[in-house]
Every structure is written in C-alpha cells, then in structure tokens.
C-alpha cells in the first residue's frame, strides 16, 4: 500500500460517525503508517477529531504498553482519554505518566486500582503535563490522607470538573483538605465513598465555602454519623447540589427528617438507604 492510498483510507476512517469501532479502525491504520509518514497522517487525524467525544479517543493497550516500555508513541497525542484502570503499575507507572510530554493531550485519566499511593499521587498532582485533565479516577488506591492532600494542593488540577476518590482510606483531614482546596472549586462531582471520614469530615465538606459548584457527592458508607449528616441541613454554600449520597452512614430518623425538611436540600436528592430504622 502506498502513501497516498494509506491517507485516502485515513481520510475515509475519519468521515465515518465517530464510534468505539471506527476509533478502533484509526488506530490500527495509524500502527501500520511508517513512521517517516506518520507525522503528516497524524497532522491530518488531529484536525478532524476535534468533534470527536473525548471518552470515545482512549488509546488502545498497545499504545500503553509503548508508554509504559519508554518506547515512543507519538500517537498518544489523539488520546483524551488514558483507561489504566487494573494495571498495577503503581508508582512507576504514575512517574512515567507525569513526566511524558504527550499527557498535556489528556482529559479524562482513569488510574483506579493501580497499587498507587500518596506517593504517585503527588506525582501525578505535580506533573506539568496533565494540566488539561477534567476527570480522574484514583478509586481503589491506598493513597490515605498525604495523596489526597497532594491532590488538594495542586494547581496542576484545577480544571477538574469530576474526582473520583473511592476506597482511597481517607479520613478526616483529607475530607478537610479537599473541602478547602481553591484548585478544586470547579468540581461538580466527588465520589468518596468507603471511606472513613467521620462526622468532623463530613462536616467540613458540608461548610466548604470552596466546593460550591458541586452538583453530586457521595458520601456512602463514610461513618458520617448523625452530626455529619445534620451538618448538610445546615449548609447554605451547596446551592447547587443535585445528589447527595448518605446511604449506610448510621443516620437516625430523626437526623433523616431533618434532611428531608431543610429548605437548602429542597432541590437536592438524598440517598439515605441503609440507615438506622
């Protein structure tokens, strides 16, 4: 197949309605570009995949495995999407990650359960490459309350719209970290569950005066108890919540009704399955 045959085809591919299958098809017909080729037909690719959805553009695991292997993969500039979930690279694969330079492409990175701990987390909250990120997932990682510190201290992060921190054993300094963190004011969803924060946590994230875009927070399972509960009926920065999740939390019915009845919750819908009777 000859270049110009190899670039009608490309041009072909990227016409097609944008699909898991014809984002499959692009890459396995960029893997067979040589590589003297493969500047101009990713030129060409980048142009058009503006339109594209980014959870669709995830790079397929071969393209890990290059990453992973300190193997070029020019290629990765096309992904917005990076699914290492059950890897288990751990803190090397996080050090790899936050110091190449194709990441700054990236928008959605789902690191869940991957051996990480506070360390890769910093890593990855101190990486000059992943300022781009909107989403990320670090669930299922014992990062404890220095990585989600790490976290919340970092401006590399602050165009994070979505963090996804369940089963991270944080507790309640991390719930007070995150809840005061001025690089995290443009969350609109935070998912704690499983971990335990503890009343004090959750009353911390209920006063935030910093988390205020929020529209979803889980907090199942999260040992908040009924005065962390009852902080939510109280709170009058969380304007624009949607969900919150109290599920399992060994709230009482009366702590229950308190939230049903408070005017700042009026338009928010609150998981309380689980609780005491």
Do not use: K
Not at 84 to 102: C, F, I, Y
Not at 126 to 137: A, Q
């Amino acid at each position: 197949m000859n270049a110009n045959t190899r670039l009608s085809e490309l041009r072909g591919i990227l016409y097609e309605p944008p699909t898991p299958q014809s984002w499959a098809a692009l890459c396995a017909h960029l893997d067979a570009f040589p590589q003297v080729e493969l500047a101009l037909a990713l030129d060409y690719a980048e142009q058009r995949l503006d339109a594209w959805p980014d959870d669709l553009r995830t790079a397929p695991p071969s393209w890990h495995h290059d990453l992973f292997a300190s193997r070029p993969q020019p290629r990765l500039r096309l992904c917005r999407f990076l699914d290492l979930g059950t890897l288990g690279g751990g803190d090397q694969a996080a050090r790899v990650l936050a110091s190449h330079p194709e990441a700054r492409h990236l928008r959605r990175l789902n690191f869940a359960n991957n051996r990480l701990t506070a360390q890769g987390a910093a890593l990855l909250a101190s990486s000059p490459h992943l300022t781009g990120l909107t989403r990320l997932d670090l669930s299922l990682n014992d990062l404890g309350d220095d990585g989600a510190q790490a976290i919340a201290a970092s401006p590399t992060l602050q165009h994070l719209h979505t963090l996804e921190m369940l089963r991270c054993n944080l507790h309640t300094n991390a719930a007070r970290d995150l809840s005061t963190s001025p690089h995290l004011a443009g969350l609109r969803t935070l998912n704690l569950w499983n971990n335990p924060l503890g009343p004090e946590g959750a009353a911390a994230l209920a006063s935030s005066t910093t988390l205020t875009a929020l529209t979803h927070l889980d907090l199942g399972t999260c040992l908040v108890g009924d005065v962390g509960a009852a902080a939510f009926a109280h709170a009058n920065r969380l304007n624009n919540l949607e969900r919150l999740n109290l599920s399992r939390n060994d709230i009482g019915p009366d702590t229950r009704r308190l939230l049903n009845d408070a005017p700042t919750l009026s338009r928010t819908r609150i998981n309380l399955a689980g609780n005491r009777a």
